[in-house]
């Protein structure tokens, strides 16, 4: 093997043809000859590209509605074939073998396939064989051979036979190398997830795959090297975003953007919503008879959390909201659209990153959530879990109101996206207090309690908004400590899952306290 190899002969066999034509003409240009199937020969000769069919060097017809065409000696010989290995070269002249020196496949479109809901038997046939195999062998023997899966590299190979002749060097067919073999285990990867779906159950064996979309200066902190890879999900959020101004996006910035987005979609259909997010926890909550209203309620759970934080909105950003929101220093803003004019007093605010997306996220689509854990991860199911009126259980002598009713389903919501324990205040369709990811449940019905006084004092208020409010519990209350804690704080009614071994004595605490209480049935746990 030396550094550099001459590419002599081509083999090109791609369903996205983005390029295809001036990539193929390039090569063309430096002596390359062109092998080729189906309708990616077709494509090169209508553009007056000479072309040969890979039948033509086989000796087989494509057969059985184009499944074998490729997986033939002939093929995989002069992919694997070792140049500098006399065995190997007297092998391919025995049998009339010429040597291919660069593949270009792109696969057959088994993601998009999957993702516009097709049929379990198209869906099938847009599983590609001949591709991955041609892109293994080619990528195995890159001492020789160059290999190329995205359209991306197209000038990078032709840049380097610009400089060499005509030939690649060893780094550039290694690192294509590499990206083959990440591109075939990712495309395995949406096979077996795909199938493991249609299967059922817990499967033995579970890979994930990704493309890079950025390459981010750190992680959580500056010591910390990070990236951010999609995983070709058409769903409305971070990876699908138009990033309209602003720096590049951090990984906490898009750690607590998709923590946002989520929660803010809940809402949909609902009214005009707003969710500003700090650390990936809510503090602030809220709807509103307008956007900007959603927004100023929101604000007011916690304006000193607010600062720098991130919000996601549920409707289209109007002027009126985002004058509001240039009052304050924000990390980054998402929305399912803007205004024109929105955009423009935005511009105003160079540091501030403002997202659009093609509508919001459906919180009840399934989908699976990973976490790494040493030695391997944990998956689960994404908690799409959702209760309504019908669902709850009144559990104390008093009955709550329509208003507490509603209010207990809107803190509910929003307990589903606070880090455990969660205590969550709500009252008129807009959180007054949050507690987050404490050790011990009354400890953050305490914090949020006292997040409102502070903001009483702060807006010159005569009492906290926590008077006459709401409490959802994303947990059971163990003890009755933190249910008597959230009545002095002024709250008079409480939704939480059930199931404590002392519920009796939870409940017999409401009922002396005065408090409503219902039961969900169902606990939404966020570590």
């Known amino acids: 093997m030396t550094d550099l190899a001459p590419l002599n002969r081509a083999l090109i066999s791609v369903s996205d043809k983005t390029g295809l034509v001036e990539f193929a003409t390039a090569l063309a240009g430096h002596g390359v000859e062109l092998l080729s199937t189906g309708g990616t020969a077709a494509a090169l000769r209508a553009a007056g590209l000479d072309v040969k069919d890979v039948s033509e060097v086989t000796g087989f017809p494509e057969m059985m509605d184009g499944r074998v065409k490729t997986l033939h000696p002939v093929v995989h010989g002069g992919l694997l074939a070792l140049r500098d290995n006399d065995d190997h070269v007297a092998a391919m002249q025995a049998h009339d073998i010429g040597p291919i020196d660069l593949v270009v496949v792109n696969l057959y479109p088994f993601e998009e396939t999957v993702a516009k809901g097709a049929a379990y038997a198209e869906v099938i046939e847009n599983i590609d064989i001949g591709g991955p195999a041609m892109i293994r062998s080619a990528a195995k023997n890159h001492g020789f051979v160059s290999v190329v899966v995205d359209v991306e590299d197209y000038a990078a190979v032709l840049a380097e036979m610009d400089a060499n002749d005509g030939q690649t060097g060893y780094a550039l067919r290694q690192r294509l190398a590499q990206t083959a073999y990440a591109r075939t285990a990712a495309y395995d990867t949406a096979v077996s997830t795909w199938m493991a779906a249609q299967v059922g159950g817990t499967p033995r064996r579970r890979t994930f795959g990704g493309t890079l979309a950025q390459s981010l200066r750190y992680g959580e902190n500056p010591h910390q090297a990070a990236a951010f890879y999609t995983d070709g999900s058409a769903r409305p959020g971070l990876a699908t ?222 009492a906290p908004l926590t008077q006459g409010s709401v409490v959802a519990s994303d947990a059971f209350f163990p003890f009755a400590d933190g249910l008597i804690t959230a009545a002095e704080a002024g709250a008079t009614a409480l939704i939480q899952p059930g199931g404590s071994m002392r519920d009796d004595e939870v409940i017999a605490a409401a009922d002396e306290a005065g408090l409503a209480m219902v039961f969900t049935g169902m606990r939404h746990f966020r570590h």
């Open 241 to 462: 975003a138009v990033q309209h101004q602003g720096k590049e996006l951090s990984y906490n910035n898009i750690n607590d953007t998709d923590a946002a987005f989520e929660l803010v979609s809940e809402f949909a259909g609902k009214g005009p919503a707003c969710a500003i997010i700090k650390h990936a926890n809510p503090c602030g909550v809220a709807t509103g008879a307008t956007l900007k209203e959603a927004y100023a309620r929101a604000f007011d759970c916690d304006r000193t959390s607010a600062f720098g934080g991130i919000i996601a909105l549920n409707t289209e950003l109007d002027a009126e909201t985002a004058r509001e929101i240039t009052g304050i220093f924000t990390e980054v803003v998402i929305a399912p659209g803007a205004s024109n004019e929105a955009v423009s007093i935005f511009k105003e605010k160079k540091n501030l990153r403002l997202l659009t997306t093609d509508g919001l996220a459906d919180p009840a689509v399934a989908a699976l959530a990973v976490k790494q854990v040493s030695g391997g991860f944990l998956v689960q199911d994404k908690d799409v879990g959702r209760v309504d009126l019908d669902d709850l259980k009144v559990v104390t002598k008093r009955q709550p109101t329509d208003q507490e009713m509603a209010d207990m389903l809107f803190a509910w919501t929003v307990a589903k996206h606070v880090k455990s324990n969660a205590i969550i205040y709500v009252k008129d369709g807009a959180t007054v207090g949050v507690g987050a990811g404490q050790m011990s449940r009354v400890d953050s019905t305490r914090i949020a309690a006292r997040k409102a006084q502070d903001m009483a004092e702060v807006m010159g208020l005569p």
